[in-house]
């Protein structure tokens, strides 16, 4: 089982040989030892990769499409994209890139009131620009531009009710 | 008097094995009844527990299996959900105290803490108040009425106008003395409303309205008046401790620069920027202010430090305040017993010159908010929570695995705060301590705490209020980790999502007797099917 994964800036090709017990494991062709052991619903995984040791935790994104993953480490949070060739295929088919493009879609953090939308379709927006203004929680939530880039489409209107999640703006 | 080592507090073996320490007479309050919620709710409890009293705590609704109700004595439902309807409804919280017997009431700091009627009413029925006198609560409450203190008391306040304007003309030959950018506020203010930035003198009479009438609909006073603008200021802040006999003291500063939203991310003591004598200055201003207004117990004054550490009197926080552990760490006082000491009429058992500042504290507040998202609240269920621990770390939390962040109150989570001997070794041992974190099902402020740890100039102390925003100006907050953390997470995710899937195949054949054979045709379609254009 080959699986693409997109993490920040960096991609891999993990290949998963179900084959063997327990599993051998290969990061870019070239294999990795591994032991690892889980826990509950195999979201806890510790880790022994190349005698390095991981204490992970693994938690599907609740909203977001198939293939994106919270992962994690150290304290830290990585958000990452992970796709076997069936996901793979479904994605081809849809003309998408790698990574679902989620960068290429904003959402809304939280359910609440739009109440103004700052920009429209056409425009060019660097990241960190303000697009639309959320109020939840009795406070005013700047929505801001993840990546430098253009508008195609815009899914919400001022006075709207969105839900968390929910799309809001589409880049090209 | 010998003063607890800072050590012996932070190491928890230590903590509860010298009750008789604080050396308190029982006989005045035996009962108190917290309301709060949250870690501040939890904070109390603790200090009750060393202290021998009984402690009661009040809930929602939606906080009837919080930590704060599982870990005190004894418990009391107040109301719905909303604030509005239980932790700020004064009669009822009277009423449980009445019936629960207790004798005192702490506020914790936010709801009524600031409250001088309920202050008031607390006292009215013979209860007895574990904060400042109403009277003082209400004069420090008015920012008009503070400034005012302040300067009468010699305390440096930034210049400007200290009573209420009426009209341009008034205003305007003091304005060209203290110099544009000037800064507008309303005397009844707090969170950024009715505040207004003025460059020039066109500027002024129209932001002298929106200003007035930003502060009527938000405080139903339009009272404003200026000062001068303080471009990047630094945030600090000095813990005052008073008893009943007029002995007042101060336990050094706080710096609490970090801000999002004008509210405190992290703070630390001491002041990074801070020298003894300018240390020694602001204590003296800060206690000062606080004799002016009778101020009896904890009390917080705040103050604003330019790059030259010229100091300007800000506002009396007239409660215990988020921060309050790192001056904890750095002195070895527990400020809640404090305060309840001297609620009771006790008198303060040290003097200034016993004060001992001992090494560097650093506080993170997390909480459950999306950085990346300019920091807007998340809620949810927590997944997993899973605390720091080892030495020189403290955590302060009102939450466990499984608990749920309900949308009605402040998103804050758990604080975490790291002691070094060191500001360098302060700093590390936060950032240690926050890879030990693993907080899962809401988003949360963990790596944009290790960023601002990994982040060269907080490690070098060179913070102002505007630092997040100068340091991380498109909003992403990611420690730069080495190349194995990242293959370890891709692995790791692809594990979880093989390991599921073949889970899934071996509950079909296994219950294949069971399952309905459509179901699995369905499914296999579902796999093998190629779409149609």
Known sequence: MDYQ???????????????????????????????????????????????????????????????????????????????DERLAKIREVAGLGLGGDTRKELHAPMPGLVTKVLKSPGDQVSRGESLIIVEAMKMENELKSLIDGTIKEIKVKEGQSVDKNALMVLFE | MNLPSPINLYLAGARGSCPTDTGFDTTMIKKILIANRGEIAVRVIRACR??????????????????????????????P??????????????????????????????????????????????????????????RMGDKLEARVTAVDSGAPVVPGFKSKIENVEQIIDEVHKVGFPILIKAAAGGGGKGMRIVNNEEELPKALKTAANEARSA?????????????????????????????????????????????????????????????????????????????VNAGTVEFLVDDDLNFYFLEVNTRLQVEHPVTEMITGIDLVKEQIKIASGEKLSFKQDGIRIHGHAIECRIYAEDPAANFAPSTGTLRSYVEPHGVGVRVDSGVYEGAQIPIFYDPMISKMIGWGATREEAVARTRRALTEYRISGVCTTVNFHLAVMDNENFKKGKINTHFIEEQFPDNVFSSKEEDHVYKAAAVSACLYDFLENSKLKTRVSSDGGRESNWKIAGRRMGVSRTPEK
């Open chain 2, 219 to 295: 405080f139903g006073d339009d009272r404003v008046y200026f000062e001068k603008y303080i471009p990047k200021p630094h945030h600090v802040e000095i813990q005052i401790l008073a008893d009943k006999f007029g002995n007042m003291v101060y336990l050094g500063e706080r710096e609490c620069s970090i801000q999002r939203r004008h509210q405190k991310v992290i703070e630390e003591a001491p002041s990074p920027i801070i020298t003894p004598e300018i240390r020694k200055k602001m204590g003296e201003a800060a206690l000062k202010i606080a004799s002016a207004c009778g101020y």
């Open chain 2, 50 to 79: 060393e202290m021998g009293i009984t402690n009661v705590a009040v809930f929602s609704d939606i906080d009837s299996v919080a930590k704060h109700v599982r870990m005190a004595d004894e418990a009391y439902h107040i109301g």
């Open chain 2, 81 to 138: 959900s909303p604030s509005s309807e239980s932790y700020l409804v004064m009669e009822k919280i009277i009423e449980v105290a009445k019936k629960a017997g207790v004798d005192a009431i702490h506020p914790g700091y936010g709801f009524l803490s600031e409250n001088a009627r309920f202050a008031k009413m607390v006292m009215d029925n013979k209860l007895t108040w574990i904060g400042p006198p109403p009277e003082a609560i209400a």
């Open chain 1, 5 to 83: 994964v997109k993490i920040e800036d960096r991609e891999y090709i993990v290949t998963i040989d179900p084959s063997t017990h327990p599993p051998q494991i290969k990061v870019d062709g070239v294999p990795v030892e591994t032991k690892f052991s889980t826990r509950s619903d195999n979201s806890e995984i510790q880790l022994l990769m190349d005698n390095r040791s991981y204490d992970i935790e693994v938690v599907k994104q609740k909203g977001r499409q198939n293939g994106d993953f919270s992962v994690f480490i150290y304290g830290r949070e990585f958000s990452l994209y992970a796709e």
